[in-house]
């Protein structure tokens, strides 16, 4: 099992929360052992269980939401997150990374340190939802990595999520659609209408245009947009997940003894509906298209989602992501030649 390099200064609530996810996901995989990044001297005294498979970098600098990503990624040699990403880069027992730091710096720094496969216009961001039915997800891609792009963009979009789709949900015909202002053929922008007929002519499963309220609907399994429209989606519907509980809250509290009798008697259902809207629980958003696996967390991960997205990090190195995105890309060439 290849080790995952975890970026302990990323994010809102490092070092404390990102070293307990990681023990925690070193308590759930007995096989895993990881790599952390950052001060030596704070991360040695966080490490009070599972030394033996724990691996420390030292790294000084610490690369902020403030920083230019490519100035960081380029200047800031002795951060942890470029410490990460040399480990990840040259070393053959390094499958993964995941960090909860600024989302323009991973980017920057997958893209600089280790390309993008080849065949690849450009990598992509994907993230797991939850369906209406609980027991399957749905692949958006993109989320947020690529604000302006070219049809040809979203049908390697397209093709690196059916390739990941295959590979967490283990189906074999994946139903791709493309996201749009209404489900007709010629519906969406021009960007839109020219990816729809390349995806029509690609041997992926493309069923056609979506419109935004069906992506949790169980409908699809793959959600494809560019980065702006993706993200728009991804932000509205966390949102509107928040907003829902915290109303359900506030009318429980306000609505006498009858209304929190009937919360307590739904109280189960209540809960194992949260559980499965959290994104929290479905990992980080994969940056698909690189050569190496790398997750971002949510820059306010604790340490249940740093576990998540070192496990599906794991996960992906173990299943190889990285070859089957190169073979899907491969099989379209063969076939779109004949």
Do not use: W
Not at 149 to 177: E, Q, S, W
Not at 240 to 261: C, P, Q, Y
Not at 288 to 314: C, D, E, F, P, Y
Request: glycine share 8%; net charge neutral.
């Amino acid at each position: 099992m290849k080790k995952i390099v975890v970026d302990c200064y990323g994010g809102d609530n490092a070092p404390e929360e990102i070293v307990k996810g990681a023990l925690d996901a070193l308590d759930a995989e007995k096989n895993l052992s990881l790599i952390l990044t950052g001060n030596s001297d704070v991360l040695e005294k966080l490490v009070t269980r599972h030394s033996d498979r724990v691996e420390i970098i030292d790294a000084k600098e610490v690369i902020t939401n403030d920083d230019s990503p490519t100035d960081a990624i380029r200047k800031k040699t002795e951060s942890s997150m470029v410490k990460a990403f040399a480990a990840l880069k040259e070393r053959d027992d390094v499958g993964g990374f995941v960090s909860a730091g600024s989302t323009g710096a991973i980017l920057t720094g997958a893209f600089m340190k280790l390309g993008r496969i080849k065949g690849i216009s450009r990598p992509a961001m994907a993230a797991l939802l939850p369906t209406s039915n609980g027991n399957e997800n749905i692949v958006l891609c993109d989320c947020g990595a690529n604000v302006d792009c070219k049809p040809v963009n979203l049908l390697h979009f397209a093709l690196m999520a059916d390739a990941y789709a295959r590979i967490t949900t283990g189906k074999n015909d994946v139903k791709v659609a493309l996201l749009s202002n209404g489900t007709e053929d010629k519906k969406g922008s021009e960007l839109n209408r020219e990816a729809f007929a390349l995806l029509k002519e690609s041997t992926l499963n493309f069923v056609g245009n979506m419109e935004a309220r069906d992506i949790l609907s169980g409908k699809y399994d793959v959600v494809v947009a560019d980065g702006f429209n993706g993200n728009i989606a991804l932000k509205s519907l966390e949102g509107a997940g928040l907003t829902i509980f915290d109303m359900l809250k506030k009318n429980v509290s306000e609505g006498g003894l009858r209304a929190k009798i009937g919360a307590l008697l739904l109280k189960p259902a209540l809960k194992k509906l949260k559980h499965t809207m959290d994104v929290n629980e479905k990992g980080g958003a994969v940056f698909l298209g690189t050569n190496k696996v790398v997750i971002k967390i949510h820059g306010s991960s604790k340490a249940r989602s740093v576990t998540v997205g070192i496990l599906q990090a794991s996960t992906l190195a173990e299943r190889d992501v990285v070859s089957a995105i190169r073979t899907a890309l491969a099989v379209y060439e063969v076939k779109s030649d004949d």
